[in-house]
T-cell receptor, first 118, second 111 residues
């Protein structure tokens, strides 16, 4: 166990559904991330939150909506997705130093949610 | 834009041999590089980090090198075992920016 949990592990949804992915980290980290991993493609960074504030939105379509209510929890709300959005969605956390070099060390990943959009 | 390339999509080696995986970066100079292991259906797990001013790092049977002239990192697994079979990801980081991951190399260690 890495200290990062994700639910659900598997999700099948239609294009008109609304669903949410949940991530929780038990490591006391101050940064959390959403990544998308499609077959034969590198991990794609979607969103970054530092101290509950969104600091990165990597040109993600508005049908993906993140929410970070506190430093331990991260959600990804899904609405009217497309079949090409089917992928493994990974949550990660890290402990960042704020100010100066803003160093980021290793990231701890959750097991991922395997999403299939029909 | 920053980009990480991992030369082999897949690598097959015989048990007991040394596996060598390659990571190349272009158009920038990362502050450090990381290597992660990912098993099917699981999230990546951190293995090693090497900084730009370090030439080599070791951890048990793992060794990673960083050559800033060649813009390359090599990841070695000595005395490889079937349990080492997985996908290995290289990631780079620059201060004030985010991680950039390579596509990964799928390693198969044959008994």
């Amino acid at each position: 166990e890495t200290g990062v949990t994700q639910t659900p592990r598997h999700l099948v949804m239609g294009m008109t559904n609304k669903k949410s992915l949940k991530c929780e980290q038990h490591l006391g980290h101050n940064a959390m991330y959403w990544y998308k991993q499609s077959a034969k493609k590198p991990l794609e960074l979607m969103f970054v939150y530092n101290f509950k504030e969104q600091t990165e939105n990597n040109s993600v379509p508005s049908r993906f909506s993140p929410e970070c209510p506190n430093s331990s929890h991260l959600f990804l709300h899904l609405h009217t997705l497309q079949p090409e959005d089917s992928a493994l969605y990974l949550c990660a956390s890290s402990q960042d130093e704020v100010g100066g070099s803003h160093r980021r060390e290793e990231q701890f990943f959750g097991p991922g949610t395997r999403l299939t959009v029909l | 834009s920053q980009k990480i390339e991992q030369n082999s999509e897949a690598l097959n080696i015989q048990e007991g041999k040394t596996a060598t995986l390659t990571c190349n970066y272009t158009n920038y100079s990362p502050a450090y590089l990381q290597w992660y292991r990912q098993d099917p259906g699981r999230g990546p797990v951190f293995l090693l980090l090497i900084r730009e001013n370090e030439k080599e790092k070791r951890k048990e049977r793992l060794k990673v090198t960083f050559d800033t002239t060649l813009k390359q990192s090599l990841f070695h697994i000595t005395a490889s075992q079937p349990a080492d079979s997985a996908t290995y990801l290289c990631a780079s980081y620059n201060y004030g920016q985010n991680f950039v991951f390579g596509p990964g190399t799928r390693l198969s260690v044959l008994p």
